[in-house]
Each structure stands twice: as structure tokens, then as C-alpha cells.
């Protein structure tokens, strides 16, 4: 990949020009680029799903000047939302020349086994943690891939929980998935241990399944955001001081209010999701276990944190679980997910969850920093007034002047567009 300074500009170029740069400055095929104009083919997408009629796109866009633990990426987006690329790309240029530093955990799946009509649920606790190595051998295949790379089930914890239809005993097992997202796995792990705690306990199993509440998998990011930048950013309407403190203040009200916190973290999602589709991965096990993630104090809180350092910086940190493979499922059969992991050139889960991670942290700075000072719309105006004008029928030219014209005149309306395209 070529210098931050040149994709600085890359929203400025034309499709064709984009391609172009595209072709120069990275490891993309001839084939690779056929595909960004007829993605999925039928047999594919009828493959991939049961009674599929067709396949339906969305755009994919990419971010640029994010440069992560010393890496500088290009981030592909897929999502239907205006100024959400813009935003991201934005957030990452304002951490330069510094940008993002972020780690993972290690790829620690929890899978649930059931028991119900277990007739000692304490004494059958005791025989499971007593037999805890002899389990997670039985069901441990050292033939697998997984378990030759050091993954496969590590642990478990057997727990009494009260239900509506009385207790039942839940064996929590951990599973290292290396670089799959791990539902397949943990699932026949949990199916092959559940007759064996039957066994052993004289209950009867019901639910064998992974858990989307992947607290032992989580990814943190963190950037600082200087003063200087920050005023440069906004070319001197505001202080550097002021923008921290404005931001800090709308940070203070997510803190406390889980009516601002659920927008606040749907901002964060915006970004994670967006790349969460383009690499093929499972977008609602993120989502669920984002926001499982936020409640588990029992109260809804923001993903982020934000706090001045001592030079009255601004640091963003962020925290959540990322259950995301490389290997598997869509991420492996969508042609463009496989385009997506080569144009982040990420080799292991745990590096993709590093992106993904930075990316939500930069995806709600932006919205932030647009929210405590000039307001979400300004920067939303223009792209919304394009979305206008294509819905008024503009094509190729007409629409950027209608667009224009719109802005100017702070009157974005399709009647508006309407009658400037008569
Ligand atoms: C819109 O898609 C996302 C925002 O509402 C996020 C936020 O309020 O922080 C702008």
C-alpha cells in the first residue's frame, strides 16, 4: 500500500480514477476487479442461502488514512448509509501521524450445554468439575486443524441456574477457535459433550449452542486526538480546547442516559458493521454481542470511553467483543469478503477484530465531534442532497449541479429537486 498522504485524496477522484489508483497502489487481481462490477453470481448466492431468487447489493466503499499499531490500512465499507465512510476516514486522519493502537484477546468462544430434570443439580456440579480433563479430551479431536494450530476446548464452568420451570445446570465450555468466527465448532463441541454430561449427571441435555456473548474475545482500540488536530479540523471555528470539551460534555450524557447511549453505540455500529459485511462475517452475532456487552453492568453503557490526558488531549478508548473469522462461511464463499480480507491484508482473526475495533472507536469520534459542535446535518447535507437528486431522476452530472444547488439554497427537498431537473 502506497503513502497516507495520497489516499488523503481519494474521495476527490472519479470511479475510473479510483479503480486506476486502486490497480497501482495494491495487490488487487484483474479477476478481483471484474468482481466489483457483478459481485455475486446466482450459483453462488443460491449456494449460499435456501430458495434464493437473486442477489441484492449494497455499496462498498473504502476508508482511508487509518494507520493501526504502525500499519496503514484501507478499510472496505459495505452499507447503505451516507457520510459513514467519510465520517471513518475523517475521525482516522485527525489521530495522524500517530493513529490507532489496538489488541485482542485470544479467540475464546463460550458454547452453553444445558441440562434439564437433573435429579442432584449440586452433587452433579461436583462430578462435572471432577471430571472436567477427562470431558474436554472425549471431545477434543487432536486429528483437527484446529486442535494441530493449539485451539479446541481449554476450559468449562458448570453453574445452577434458576429458570421460570425451575434450575437447571449449565456447563459453560471455552473453546479457542484460532481464526474461525467459531459457531460451527463450539456447536458439534457442545452437541459431542452433552450425552457425556447426561451420563454423568443422570439429567437430560436440551440447548447445545454457542454463545454470542463472547466476553472472553474482546478487542480494544484507543487514539489520541490532539488539540491541534482537532482545531485544524475544523479550520479554526472552534478552539481545541472548546471541541474537547463540548465532546466531553455529550460523552457525559451517554455516560448517564441509555436513551443517548443506545444512539450513541448504533454510531459505533455503523462503522463495525459496515465492515463486518464487506469481510462475510455474521453482522448480528457482532451486534448482539455489542450490545449484550453494554448491558452487562446492568445498566446500558457506551462501548467507548473518552478522558483528557495530561496535555488536555483528548483519548478515545473503546472495548467490545468481535467474534470474526477469516477462514469459513461467507467470509470464504463471497467472492468480494475474500477481496475485502486481501485489501485489509489482515493474516488472523485477531488482526481483523484490531481493525474492526479501531474502526467503531473512529466511526462514534466522528459522530461525536460532529454532534458537540456544527451538528450531524451539515456534513450529511450534501451527500443526502445527491440521494435527492437521484430519487428526482438526476443522472451522471445533473446530479452533483442539483445537489449544489440544493445545499446552497439549504432547501433539500425532492419537490426542490423536482422542479430543478424541469
Ligand atoms: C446515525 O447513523 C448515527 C448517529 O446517530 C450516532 C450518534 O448519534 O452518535 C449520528
Known amino acids: ?37 457483478n459481485a455475486l453470481s446466482f450459483e453462488t448466492a443460491n449456494n449460499m442461502i435456501e430458495n434464493a431468487i437473486g442477489t441484492f447489493q449494497l455499496p462498498l466503499g473504502i476508508a482511508t488514512n487509518f494507520k493501526i499499531n504502525g500499519i496503514e490500512r484501507l478499510i472496505p465499507f459495505v452499507i447503505e448509509e451516507p457520510s459513514v465512510v467519510a465520517a471513518a476516514s475523517k475521525a482516522a486522519e485527525i489521530t495522524l501521524p500517530q493513529g490507532f493502537t489496538a489488541s ?12 434439564v430434570n437433573v435429579p442432584d443439580a449440586k452433587k452433579a ?30 476450559n468449562f464452568e458448570a453453574k445452577i441456574i434458576q429458570t421460570t420451570r425451575g434450575e437447571c445446570v449449565c456447563v459453560y465450555l471455552e473453546v479457542n477457535v484460532q481464526d474461525a468466527m467459531g459457531a460451527n465448532t463450539v456447536n458439534s463441541m457442545c452437541e459431542k459433550l452433552a450425552p457425556l454430561l447426561e451420563e454423568l449427571t443422570g439429567g437430560e441435555a436440551r440447548l447445545r449452542i454457542l454463545s454470542n456473548l463472547a466476553v472472553k474475545r474482546l478487542a480494544r482500540a484507543k487514539a489520541v486526538w490532539t488539540k491541534d488536530n482537532l482545531e485544524k479540523s475544523f479550520k479554526g471555528e472552534f478552539t481545541g480546547e472548546e471541541i474537547i470539551e463540548r465532546f466531553l460534555d455529550c460523552y457525559a450524557f451517554a455516560e448517564a442516559d441509555p436513551y443517548r447511549a443506545v444512539t450513541h453505540n448504533k454510531g459505533i455500529m455503523n462503522g463495525i458493521d459496515a465492515v463486518v459485511i464487506a469481510t462475510g462475517n455474521d453482522f448480528r452475532a457482532i451486534e448482539a454481542g455489542a450490545h449484550a456487552f453494554a448491558s452487562l453492568t446492568g445498566r446500558y453503557k457506551p462501548l467507548t470511553k473518552y478522558y483528557k490526558n ?41 488482526e481483523l477484530a484490531e ?37 428526482a431522476g438526476a443522472k ?14 439549504k432547501n433539500v427537498k425532492l419537490e426542490r429537486a423536482k422542479e430543478l431537473m424541469k
Open 1 to 37: 500500500m502506497t503513502s497516507q498522504i495520497k489516499w488523503n485524496e481519494f474521495h476527490k477522484k472519479s470511479l475510473q480514477e479510483k479503480i486506476d489508483f486502486l490497480k497501482k497502489n495494491t495487490h488487487l487481481t484483474k479477476e478481483e476487479f471484474t468482481l466489483l462490477e
Open 125 to 154: 456440579i461436583k462430578a462435572i468439575e471432577a471430571s472436567k480433563k477427562k470431558l474436554i479430551d472425549s471431545i477434543n479431536d487432536p486429528s483437527s486443524t484446529i486442535f494441530k494450530q493449539g485451539g479446541g476446548a481449554k
Open 104 to 115: 485482542t484477546d485470544e479467540p475464546i468462544m463460550i458454547g452453553q450445554v444445558q441440562l
Open 355 to 391: 481493525i474492526i475495533a479501531c474502526v467503531g472507536l473512529a466511526q462514534n469520534f466522528a459522530a461525536v465531534r460532529a454532534l458537540s459542535t456544527e451538528g450531524i446535518n451539515r456534513g450529511h447535507m450534501r451527500l443526502h442532497a445527491n440521494n435527492i437528486a437521484v430519487m
Open 396 to 409: 451522471g452530472e445533473q446530479i452533483r449541479k442539483i445537489a449544489e444547488k440544493m445545499y446552497e439554497e
Open 310 to 350: 495530561k496535555n488536555g488531549d483528548l483519548v478515545g478508548e473503546i472495548e467490545l467483543p468481535l467474534a470474526l473469522g477469516i477462514v469459513g462461511g461467507a467470509t470464504k464463499t463471497h467472492p468480494l469478503a475474500q477481496m475485502s480480507l486481501k485489501l485489509l491484508g489482515v493474516k488472523t482473526a485477531k
